[in-house]
């Protein structure tokens, strides 16, 4: 089986024996490593449905769109109550910073965005020779 379908599955057999229930909690880190892509919307909406259900999860991912369809819900108030953090570690500052959002798009210092505008620009030079 591949490996994103186990940690699928694994949720599942979490679910039935009982062991994700009301007041529970879950502790997620990259839940989309070896995930096929076209499964994020899946594991974002089971997440979602933990949280319906009482169970209080932590998601570690530094995944574009399994951070938008999670900052998506968050902006359409289907959710639960939710919040996004973005750790930042500076040379000048000692320690890590942290900010809070209630929404994605709340987070000035947001990594992912910062990465994806970055190959962006790369992708316009290397496409276009530079011009807009």
């Known amino acids: 089986m591949a490996e ?6 694994m949720l599942d057999y979490l ?18 490593a070896s995930l096929n892509p076209q499964l994020t919307r899946l594991t974002g909406d089971i997440v979602l449905g933990l949280a319906r259900s009482g169970v209080q999860s932590w998601i570690a991912t ?10 998506l819900a968050a902006e359409q108030s289907t959710t ?10 500076s040379a000048d500052i000692e320690g890590s910073t ?3 959002g209630d929404k994605l798009a ?3 210092d947001n990594a992912i965005l ?6 962006h620009k790369r992708e316009e030079s290397a496409f276009l020779g530079g011009a807009s």
């Not at 994103?4 to 599955?9: F, P």
């Not at 530094?62 to 900052?71: A, F, P």
């Not at 910062?114 to 190959?119: G, S, T, Y």
């Open 106 to 108: 709340e987070l000035q």
């Open 98 to 100: 942290i900010e809070r």
């Open 62 to 71: 530094h995944d574009y769109l399994l951070t938008s369809e999670l900052g």
């Open 80 to 89: 639960p109550e939710m919040a996004f953090f973005a750790l930042t570690r």
């Open 4 to 9: 994103g379908m186990r940690k699928l599955g």
């Open 114 to 119: 910062k990465a994806l505008a970055d190959l």
């Open 15 to 32: 679910i039935v024996n009982g062991s994700l229930t009301d007041n529970g909690f879950l502790l997620w880190d990259e839940p989309e």
